[in-house]
């Protein structure tokens, strides 16, 4: 029976270290995140205050740079289409 009770105690030991080491890594996981959603929102309020959707001046596409280097146009559905010249 003690020796049972002495064998259960060192699982007990192992799973509580385990659990602390876990428990750690999760803290450190959660800052990091933190740190990148911080970082995410402060250079999209950035993005949102060095552009507004009306004032593209290549006529209404975001271009993208795309992981080759090259600039991908993508349209920018909320701008309003310019109106076509018509003569009459």
């Known amino acids: 029976m003690?020796?049972?009770?002495?064998?259960?105690?060192?699982?007990?030991?192992?799973?509580m270290k385990e659990n602390e080491r876990l428990r750690k890594k999760a803290q450190l996981l959660n800052q990091?995140?933190?740190?990148l959603l911080s970082e995410l929102k402060q250079?999209?309020?950035s993005k949102t205050k060095s552009s507004h959707p009306n004032?593209?001046?290549n006529g209404?596409?975001?271009g993208n740079v795309t992981s080759r280097g090259?600039?991908?146009?993508i349209p920018?559905?909320?701008?309003t289409?310019?109106?076509?010249?018509?003569?009459a």
């Open 60 to 62: 209404g596409a975001i």
């Open 32 to 35: 990091e995140n933190q740190a």
């Open 2 to 15: 003690e020796r049972l009770n002495t064998k259960l105690y060192l699982q007990n030991c192992y799973i």
């Open 55 to 57: 004032s593209n001046t």
């Open 70 to 73: 090259a600039t991908q146009n």
């Open 76 to 79: 920018d559905l909320n701008v």
């Open 81 to 87: 289409p310019l109106p076509a010249n018509k003569t």
């Open 43 to 45: 250079r999209l309020q």
